[in-house]
Each structure stands twice: as structure tokens, then as C-alpha cells.
């Protein structure tokens, strides 16, 4: 695909902001046309069955579902179209999950829009596979996080709370930078160590990083 005026554009993200400021931006450059919005992975399910699309940029963890999940209905319903990843999450091994699951480009979006539109425009052209060059470079998580599969049957929250386990916070810590109850990250921990056949929150964590339970305990 070369011809970046026909390029049919769905946008996917949580965030009622960030996929209009998305289309803004596409707008302006005459080369875009977005064609469908969605919020939740419902609706992006939905518009990809309903409407024909050549790009989706999407978040990695977009609300309804496991992370990913939109990535995976791309392939599915639209296996022609190419899916960038636009996300907060500045881990390589994240990055690597996307573009396993089938995305051709993992971009945060604390790059300038400037930075960002060449290269989706890249990626609709057939670049190769492409991981923001910032990523890793911010991050204090770890290079390893479970495989895809794993992820996937994670929530969206729940994610967010394993990677705030990986980084070492407890309970209360994860309830004060999620902006939710102790007995909510209580709750969310419990689903983890369930879908993730931990034992326990040493175990899950042992698991991103790539380690036995025993060897993380011993540190």
C-alpha cells in the first residue's frame, strides 16, 4: 500500500481525547481519512466487521478486554490492514508482544505528533516492523514479561497492576498511582496470581522477570 490519500483509518483508545486529537492531526496532513472510532474493544470489534479499513492505531490495552485484543480482531477480521500500536507503556518486552501479536509499529505517545505521523505514514507503506527508538529508555521494567498468551488473559487493569508489581510496589502503593482502593488492587492481585498459575505475588512477579520463585526470593 502506497497511496497514503485512500488510506481508511480506524482509531482506538480509551481515551475520548487522544483519538480525537488523533484525527485532527491525521486530518490536517490530506493523507488520511479516518473512517471509525472506537473506545472499547467491543466497538472496535465492531467497526472493523462493519466498515473496510486499511490502518488501525490503537492502544495496547484497550478497555473490554486483555491487551491486545484489538491487535488480534485486526488479524482476524481485516487481515489486510496494518496495525500500529500507540501506547504509554515504555517496555521493550510490550513493544515485542505487539508486533508478535501482528502490529507493524510500537509508538508511545509522549512522541510529537510531528515524529509520530511520518512514521505511521512509514508504516502504511510497508516499513518494516518498527519500535519507537525511545522505548526502553524510560523504563524501569523488566525486559521480560510473560508471553502473549498470558497477557492476553489479563484485564486491562490487571495489567496495570502486574506492571506496577514488577516494579517493586506494594499494595498501597499501586492503589495510590492507580487511583484505586486497597481492596481493589487486593482484588485484582488475586485474578493475577489466578490467570497467571502463580503462587504467589513473588511467584508473579518471578514470572516477568524471566526467574524461578526460588531465585527471586533469595534476592
Known amino acids: 500500500m502506497t497511496d497514503l490519500a485512500s488510506t481508511r ?4 483508545d480509551g481515551s475520548q481525547l487522544i483519538t480525537e486529537g488523533l484525527r485532527i492531526s491525521l486530518h490536517r496532513t490530506h493523507c488520511f481519512r479516518v473512517v471509525g ?11 472493523l466487521r462493519g466498515v473496510l479499513v486499511d490502518l488501525v492505531v490503537t492502544d495496547f490495552d484497550v ?8 491487535v488480534r480482531d485486526t488479524a482476524q477480521y481485516r487481515p489486510n490492514a496494518r496495525v500500529v500500536v500507540l501506547s504509554n507503556a515504555d517496555s521493550p518486552s510490550w513493544a ?9 509499529a510500537y509508538l508511545l505517545k509522549t512522541s510529537p505528533v510531528a515524529e509520530l505521523l511520518p512514521l505511521i505514514a512509514a508504516a502504511v507503506r510497508g516499513a518494516p516492523a518498527t519500535i519507537d527508538a525511545r522505548v ?12 502473549p498468551a498470558s497477557l492476553g488473559r489479563l484485564s486491562a487493569r490487571e495489567f496495570d497492576v502486574l506492571a506496577e508489581m514488577a516494579k517493586g510496589m506494594d499494595n498501597a502503593r499501586i492503589a495510590q498511582r492507580l487511583f484505586i482502593s486497597n481492596d481493589t488492587v487486593k482484588t ?12 504467589d505475588r513473588a511467584h508473579a512477579v518471578a514470572m516477568v522477570l524471566g526467574e524461578s520463585s526460588e531465585a527471586f526470593v533469595a534476592t
Open 37 to 47: 472510532i472506537a473506545h472499547t474493544v467491543a466497538d472496535a470489534a465492531r467497526c
Open 63 to 70: 478497555p473490554g478486554a486483555g491487551p491486545l485484543r484489538t
Open 136 to 147: 526502553g529508555s524510560l523504563s524501569r521494567l523488566p525486559a521480560r514479561m510473560p508471553p
Open 96 to 104: 515485542r508482544a505487539a508486533l508478535d501479536a501482528g502490529a507493524v
Open 9 to 12: 483509518v480506524l482509531l482506538v
Open 188 to 199: 485484582h492481585v488475586k485474578a493475577i496470581l489466578r490467570k497467571l498459575g502463580a503462587r
